[in-house]
């Protein structure tokens, strides 16, 4: 501690550097949860949960791969189509949910 008060004389330095002095800490990690990306953060856990998911696959035999529809020589293909797909019906489920609970009233939706 009394190391980080002569590291901190005037008390203008910034959480950062605090953070930095003091690693893997409690201000480290309020440093680090500070300062992050939220949208860099989710690219990486995607890219992350995508790998982890083509890994998982690829422990299948071929004949169990052929079961689900994929194959091992196009599967991290496949893997994306199932992110996309995905994607695409959280897109669609409110659309689908709002004509549900309005009755099924005859309106024509747009496609955004």
Known sequence: MNAMLSYLPDMKTS???LGRRCGDGLL???SRVCQRNAQADESWLEKRDMAVITAT???LSERQLSRIGMSRRTLALDVEDLAARAQRELQ???VVLEVVKSG???RVIRHE
């Open 15 to 17: 959480t950062a550097a």
């Open 28 to 30: 480290g990690l309020w």
């Open 57 to 59: 696959l690829m422990r």
């Open 92 to 94: 669609v489920s409110p």
């Open 104 to 106: 099924g009233s005859r």
